[in-house]
């Protein structure tokens, strides 16, 4: 039985065998060779050549997408929009995404910190204003009526214009990194704040052996400062300016007989430009947030804590280092 021509080279052969066993015969299956046309070949071509450029006109899209993303976002920030924001999910673009999600919080960054310095320059005009407008009217009256009280009252307000101008350069300083640090004595740099902000010496109390440690002391006693005339002015007087020498750590404590912080206040009261809920007004809000960047640009930090009986205590730490370790950095500088 046949159908169709002879095979060639059959594709399969099955022997086919009768019950007993005896060879029937063989079932071959073959087809005849294909041969391609000009056309087909032509048009397969073609096919699979749309295809792939479809494909690859998908796949270059979905690229594309968020880099354009990307780029519109760079264009608006690039003309000062910062309300910029790409909305790209890192598990979805991969790497895209995770640059998306930083361009989106180094956005972020650059709108807080020209929010805050709008915020300073307008605290700053409006505290200089109050001490320069009086200035004015104390020299017209001096130069009416000249008395000493008149001159001391002038100075007041020039000490006021320095210590504002103190603040402002060691916020500037904290900002650009700029620390100097060296071997100090952390009890002299507390004697010198207590005699800067006219407080007696015997209000410092000293705990454990003293030793030297390495920080800038211009900053140190600006933190000091800082601590002392927060807790004169706004905690109702410094009762007493305590050092603690632990083994890793110095403490420097103030405790005011004031009325404390309430909890709303402790959260907030290390913010920048934040004045308190008894507070508004009286100053620039710059001083205890500065007490705590300055503790953190020396390896430390800032909390707040009750003194039973009432009051506040308002400490920072400094990482500590041993007095010979000091002495033989001084012994380097020089």
Known sequence: LRHGAACEEPWVQLPIHAEDGV?????????????????????????????????????????????RQLELMARRIGEGDLSARTHLDPRRHGEL????????EMVERI??????????LAAVSHELRTPLGHLRVLIEMGRDHPSPEVV????????????????????????????????V???EVAQLALSRVNLDVTKLEVEGERALMEADPTLL?????????????????????????????IIFSVEDGGRGFSQLERERVFEAFYRGEHRAGA???????????????????AWIEDVPGGGARVSFSISAIEAAQAEDAVRAAE
């Not at 995404?97 to 989106?104: D, I, K, S």
């Not at 020039?158 to 071997?183: I, M």
């Open 23 to 67: 060879l029937l015969g063989r079932l071959e299956a073959c087809g005849e060779p294909y041969r391609w046309g000009g056309w087909r070949f032509v048009l397969v071509l073609l096919l699979t050549i749309a295809i792939l450029w479809g494909a690859s006109g998908i796949f270059a899209a979905r690229l594309l997408r968020p880099l």
């Open 97 to 104: 995404g995770v640059l998306g999600n930083t361009m989106n």
């Open 283 to 301: 100053s620039l809000g710059l001083g205890l947030s500065l007490v705590s960047r300055i503790a953190s640009a020396h390896g430390g930090r």
């Open 221 to 249: 006693g600006r933190a000091l400062a800082n601590l002392l005339t927060n807790g004169e002015h706004h905690g109702g007087g410094v009762e007493r300016l305590l050092i603690r020498f632990e083994p890793d750590e």
């Open 152 to 183: 001391d009252e002038i100075e007041q307000e020039v000490l006021e214009l320095e210590a504002l101008v103190a603040q402002l350069l060691a916020s500037s300083r904290l900002d650009f990194g700029s620390l100097h640090t060296r071997a």
């Open 185 to 187: 004595d952390p009890i």
């Open 111 to 120: 709108e807080k910190q020209l929010a805050d310095q709008g915020e300073l």
